[in-house]
C-alpha cells in the first residue's frame, strides 16, 4: 500500500494502542508540509523562496492531495502566488484531521470516539493495519540508522521529520546526538532534483518562521 508523505508522519505520530496523538502541533507542521511537498514532487505547485504558486490544477488522483490542491487554487483567489508561511499556518491543524480520515478510509486506523473529562468528545486513531508502519520504519531505520541511501520520497520525509523536529519520536530509542546529525545530512543532501531540495529548504524555513509566528500569538 502506498500512503502520502502526510499520511507517512501522521502514523508515525499515533499511540498504536490508544490512537492518540503525540507532539500534535508539530506533526500538524509536517503534514501540512509533506502535502504540500507532495504537489511539489507531482509538478502541481512551486515553492521558492517565501512564495508558494499553484503550476498545474490537474488532479493527482490521490484524495486527500486533491482536496488540498482545489482549497489551495480557491486560497489563491486568481494571485498567481501567495507566501508559504500564509498556507502553513492556516492549513497545519486542518491537515492532520484530513489526514487522520484519509488513514481510516484506507483501513490503517481505526476511528474511536471518546468523552474528556465525561463532557468533551474526542476521537482517536488506534492502528488497525500495522503492516503499514512497520514497513515504513524498517525503511526509516534502514536509511537513518542503517546508513542506506535514501530514495526521492523517504529522504523528503526525513527531511520534514527533521525540520519539525520530530527526530526523537521517530527514533526515540536510538542515540540522540547520531540520529540528529544524520537527519540533518539527509535533509542537506544531494538527494533530489535541484529545485525539489529547493522548495524542501523554503518550505524549512517557512515552517520555522510559521512556528514562531504561532507561539508568539500564543504568549
Not at 122 to 135: F, I, K, L
Request: proline share 3%.
Amino acid at each position: 500500500m502506498t500512503i502520502t508523505l502526510a499520511e507517512e508522519i501522521m502514523l508515525l505520530s499515533l499511540d498504536d494502542e490508544s490512537g492518540a496523538a503525540k507532539q500534535r502541533e508539530a506533526a500538524g507542521w509536517a503534514v501540512a508540509g509533506g502535502i504540500l511537498l507532495e504537489l511539489v514532487l507531482a509538478g502541481r505547485v512551486s515553492v521558492t523562496g517565501r512564495q508558494l504558486e499553484l503550476t498545474d490544477a490537474t488532479p493527482t488522483g490521490q484524495p486527500l492531495l486533491d482536496t488540498r490542491l482545489h482549497l489551495l487554487e480557491t486560497w489563491l483567489r486568481g494571485k498567481s502566488r501567495r507566501r508559504v508561511t500564509d498556507w502553513l499556518t492556516k492549513d497545519h491543524t486542518k491537515a492532520v484531521g484530513a489526514a487522520l480520515e484519509s488513514l481510516r478510509d484506507r483501513g490503517v486506523v481505526l476511528e474511536t470516539h471518546h468523552k474528556v473529562l465525561g463532557v468533551f468528545p474526542t476521537r482517536r486513531h488506534p492502528e488497525a493495519d500495522g503492516s503499514v508502519e512497520r514497513e515504513l520504519r524498517d525503511r526509516l531505520d534502514a536509511v537513518v540508522l542503517g546508513g542506506a541511501d535514501p530514495d526521492e520520497r523517504t529522504a523528503g520525509l526525513i527531511a520534514l521529520i527533521h525540520s519539525a523536529k520530530l527526530g526523537r519520536l521517530v527514533f526515540p530509542d536510538a542515540p540522540r546526538k547520531e540520529t540528529a546529525a544524520r537527519l540533518g545530512e539527509i535533509a542537506d543532501g544531494q538527494w533530489a532534483a535541484e529545485h525539489v531540495r529547493k522548495a524542501i529548504r523554503d518550505m524549512q524555513t517557512a515552517m520555522a518562521a510559521a512556528t514562531v509566528a504561532t507561539v508568539v500569538a500564543v504568549t
